[in-house]
């Protein structure tokens, strides 16, 4: 079947930068939120999955979503990143699918950013990144 906008396809180096500064703001402000507003929530996510101390694994996290975010908005370690928040994103998803009272997101929230992850995992950082294949 033929494509009904093709010449769209020249800016296809786009669509990984659309992906990753959006998914890096969302990062970025979920770090944030994890520091902050939403620490007791966390606080008690951690002790409930027996990360302890809590306190230790709410910064780290945190810390680890604002550095990562702010990579993915760069374009540096871009595949890296992406690996860390699949992952995160996973856990996240596993978490809300066994006790949904836990998690403050819905499901479908953490399965878009898992794969918003594994897209650009797999295609790279796209256009205006750091990042240089190989």
Same mark, same amino acid.
């Given at each position: 079947?033929?494509? /009904?906008?093709?010449? #769209? +396809?020249? $800016? ?6 659309? #992906?990753?500064?959006?998914? !890096? *703001? +969302?990062? *970025?402000?979920? !770090? $944030? ?15 409930? @999955?027996?990360?302890?101390? %809590? ?8 810390? =680890?979503?604002? #550095? !990562?975010?702010?990579?993915? @908005? ?9 690996? #860390? ?9 596993? @978490? ?10 819905? /499901?479908?929230?953490?399965?878009? =950013?898992? %794969? /918003?992850?594994?897209?650009?995992? +797999? ?10 294949? +190989?």
């Amino acid at each position: 079947m033929l494509n /009904i906008f093709p010449d #769209l +396809l020249t $800016y296809e180096l786009l669509s990984p930068l659309i #992906l990753r500064v959006v998914l !890096g *703001i +969302l990062f *970025i402000s979920l !770090g $944030y939120l994890e520091l902050t507003k939403e620490k007791e929530r966390w606080l008690r996510v951690f002790e409930i @999955i027996r990360f302890r101390p %809590a306190k230790v694994w709410v910064k780290v996290f945190g810390v =680890v979503e604002l #550095l !990562g975010g702010a990579l993915l @908005i760069l374009g540096l370690f871009t595949q890296a990143a992406a690996l #860390l928040f699949a992952v995160i994103g996973l856990a996240e998803t596993y @978490i809300e699918w066994r006790a949904p009272i836990v998690l403050k997101r819905n /499901i479908v929230f953490y399965v878009l =950013v898992t %794969a /918003i992850s594994l897209s650009l995992l +797999l295609t790279g950082s796209g256009a205006f990144s750091f990042d240089l294949p +190989l």
